[in-house]
């Protein structure tokens, strides 16, 4: 029923606004107050949550049915880079970036969708409870907006985060915890050419480590990489110093703990042996979330997916979004997908299909609301 409210030639005028909007992390004000503007047209109370580096967008609007629980609605105002001059078509059903830029597609699908979807609540009057929006920030950059949020603003028990890709269906109910690391290998200088035998490599020591210690598929849930290193100052020079930076991540909290455990021993033993300092430095950037199969919430979202003529195909990703930090902090959050397509590429695209699908399954969640046990 719900498919016939949405307007969809709307629907892509309002997404194509949003991608010619430059909005890369912590630059964001721009699309702010468009969305600022648009959303008090829906009839939204919007305030922005300023932090040190940049803002979110809170609004709220207020519900017309004090039976029906109030639903988090949420998605990222920023991009990938490269977004300067984003150029697109619209050819055969699809819309995908046409230049050197990605199309923004992440996460400006799920903006135009759930614009579009107050649009049409107001328009038809749908009964509805209290629904709060929450466009976050450098979500890109690590979820810096999300983790910045002030949660004692915020009621819902509930959240629906639009920020994931592939077919309008899938819905992620795992994400794992995602552990960053740095480590500082401290060796002695010494002249190349004349005493090199005085000198400790730092370079040389950091290609020990980086050969020795855990890397890639750990097992099924668990991951590690070593993404960036830096060192040296010039070729007549024996390093002093190294910098490696890396990352660990895994759906389960004991195997991550395991791995991190011997990827750090493991450098303090070869640094030790070859003559070097070491220092690490770790931060946990999100936690791991998992919903159960027979979570009510989630039952509930299958059956609106079939409903809606859907397919409910539940994921687990290696990836993590605001999802993480909402369910950290009390909100059973499911990350559903928008339709967008290769993401964070020049190839991004959505199919206008699921633009429309995704804009529909989330009006017809809030219509169905009050049907979760």
Excluded: W
């Excluded at 016939?4 to 606004?17: A, K």
């Excluded at 959303?39 to 305030?47: F, T």
Aim: with cysteine; net charge negative.
């Amino acid at each position: 029923m719900m498919k016939q409210y949405i307007n969809q030639d709307r629907l892509i005028e309002t997404f194509t606004e949003l991608i010619r909007i430059n909005s890369p992390s912590f630059n964001e004000r721009e699309i702010g107050e468009f969305l600022k503007k648009r959303l008090e047209y829906a009839g939204c109370n919007v305030e922005f949550q300023e932090y040190d580096r940049s803002f979110n967008l809170i609004a709220l609007k207020k519900g017309t049915n004090a039976d029906i629980p109030p639903l988090l609605l949420s998605g990222h105002m920023d991009t990938i880079e490269p977004t300067e001059g984003i150029a697109f078509s619209i050819e055969e059903g699809v819309i995908r970036t046409t230049g050197s830029t990605v199309l923004g597609a992440d996460d400006k699908s799920a903006l135009a969708q759930i614009l579009e979807v107050l649009a049409v609540i107001n328009e038809k009057e749908i009964p509805h409870g209290d629904l709060e929006i929450v466009f976050t920030s450098a979500e890109e950059n690590g979820l810096f907006g999300a983790k910045n949020l002030d949660f004692t603003r915020l009621s819902s028990k509930h959240a629906l985060v639009l920020d994931s890709s592939g077919g309008v269906g899938n819905i992620v109910i795992a994400a794992p915890t995602h552990h960053t690391y740095e480590m500082k290998i401290t060796g002695r200088a010494a002249h190349a050419g004349s005493e090199p035998e005085n000198g400790i490599s730092a370079i040389r020591v950091a290609a020990r480590i980086i050969s020795e210690v855990p890397d890639g598929r750990i097992n099924a849930g668990t991951t590690a990489n070593i993404g960036v290193i830096k060192g040296g100052t010039a070729t007549n020079v024996v390093p002093k110093e190294v910098i490696i930076k890396g990352e660990l991540r895994s759906h389960n909290t004991g195997d991550l703990e395991k791995t991190k455990q011997a990827l750090f021993n493991t450098a303090e033993t070869l640094a030790r042996q070859n003559g070097a300092k070491l220092e690490i430095a770790g931060r946990k950037e999100y936690k791991a979330f998992r919903i159960d199969e027979n979570e009510p919430f989630l039952r509930f979202l299958d059956e609106i997916y079939k409903e809606c003529g859907l397919e409910p195909v539940h994921t687990t990703t290696g990836g993590g979004s605001d999802a993480n930090i909402f369910n950290q902090n009390g909100i059973m959050a499911i990350n559903i997908s928008t339709g967008m397509q290769k993401v964070h590429s020049t190839e991004e695209h959505i199919y206008i299909k699921d633009l429309f699908n995704g804009s529909v399954v989330v009006l017809s969640a809030i219509a169905s609301l009050p049907q979760i046990p």
